[in-house]
């Protein structure tokens, strides 16, 4: 069927928002019982059956496919998705994403702020960052922009202070906010990373981290100076056009960088939910985000104008293109939604795998669904709308 333009806003508070990274924990049955930190020490189980975890993510290395999931589970394909291996992985915590920057480098970020790295096609990876380092890392960056404000306040006219005295108030929030985190141990997860060749990436987190590294991952720094978020929301999903680099987040934060991730500037959106996930076109200037309710704004402007519509009523989580300019986005639900990259309609489709997460191209005209219950494989007629039994 044909999705009808929403006009209308989703209503709700922070608190409501904020409900949304929890919710999906306790769906993905990933809120663990362990002291922080126990599951960084040791490897993920080998399964009898890995290709039935919950999984999280899943991407393209070349022509293999890789997916990521629940206790440290990674499984990889080289036959389009029909069997799967699992990879060695040191550490046993929930994986939240994966990609690869090239067929051989890869890069997978999780729970308890860990982050891992692969360099042989996704079949065994290392530890390169966790909790703890970050931990202290955030809280250093925050203590020196709560600094930079107090000399910037006792420096401005008066006219300013006002204006300048709210910033350090947030700043000074978003301190304690990462103090008290540090305290707790490593307990917040990387929810998105990419990076743009095999040196420049950047990762991003819950309650606003976000982290970069200009030499592949051998270094990582703090950039809570370069965007603005004095609510300190969660960053949900990073994506880029031709022309543009977007962050989508909690509570219909949104933003666009023009220089590659240097500076940030925050765009106003249609939709005041989470944004779960996004999708955008290197080729072109298509861009779009998308998440509680069925919500999801697009633009094909580089974010200069948005349509909002909502698909359904399910999460919508992730997203891919396909060959032939196609689109595939995945809900909570058992439904899948189709578009064409340079077209206005979205149909529907039901599946019969709830759950679903991510989603990728096979390569060979099906598409591979990831979710709650592992993964599928399945041919989709576009022109039809339908699944191909």
């Not at 609510?231 to 960088?257: C, P, V």
Request: aromatic residues 10%; charged residues 20%.
């Amino acid at each position: 069927m044909e999705i009808k333009l929403n006009k209308s806003k989703t209503p709700g508070g922070s608190c409501f928002f904020r409900s949304g990274l929890i919710l999906l924990c306790l769906l993905c049955g990933l809120v663990g019982t362990s002291r922080a930190g126990d599951f960084l020490k040791q490897e993920a189980f080998p399964s009898k059956a890995p290709a039935k975890a919950a999984m999280m993510d899943i991407t393209r290395a070349g022509d293999r496919l890789v997916a990521v999931g629940e206790r440290g589970i990674i499984i990889y394909s080289d036959n389009q998705g029909r069997s799967w291996k699992q990879a060695r992985v040191p550490v046993r915590v929930t994986l939240t994403a994966v990609y690869f920057s090239s067929p051989d480098n890869g890069w997978a970020v999780g729970h308890e702020t860990v982050a891992l790295h692969s360099r042989d096609h996704g079949e065994t990876w290392e530890k390169v960052i966790d909790g703890y380092k970050v931990n202290d890392q955030m809280v250093a960056a925050m203590e020196k922009i709560v600094k930079d404000k107090h000399q910037l306040l006792d420096q401005a006219p008066e006219t300013e202070k006002d204006a300048l005295r709210q910033s350090l108030e947030d700043a000074e929030t978003n301190l304690r906010g990462f103090q008290d985190t540090r305290k707790e141990g490593p307990t917040q997860p990387w929810l998105d990373v990419f990076f743009a060749g095999p040196d420049q990436g950047l990762l991003l987190g819950a309650f606003g981290m976000i982290m970069s590294t200009a030499d592949g991952g051998r270094t990582w720094t703090p950039r809570l100076d370069r965007i603005s978020n004095p609510m300190g929301y969660h960053f949900y999903s990073f994506s880029r056009t031709r022309d543009a680099w977007f962050i989508f987040g909690e509570a219909g934060s949104l933003y666009r960088s023009v220089d590659a991730g240097q500076h940030w500037e925050n765009l106003e959106s249609s939709y005041e939910g989470s944004f779960f996930g996004s999708l955008g076109n290197p080729d072109s200037n298509l861009i779009m985000g998308f998440g509680l309710r069925g919500n999801l704004i697009i633009s094909r402007d580089n974010g200069q104008n948005w349509r909002h519509l909502q698909l359904g009523t399910e999460a919508l989580c992730g997203a891919t293109i396909m060959s032939g300019d196609y689109f595939v986005i995945v809900s909570m639900g058992a439904g899948i939604y189709l578009g064409r990259v340079n077209q206005a309609g979205i149909r529907s489709l039901k599946t019969g795998f709830p759950a679903c997460m991510a989603v990728a191209d096979a390569g060979d005209g099906y598409v591979v669904l990831a979710g709650l219950k592992g993964v599928k494989r399945m041919k989709v007629d576009y022109q039809a709308g339908k699944e191909v039994k």
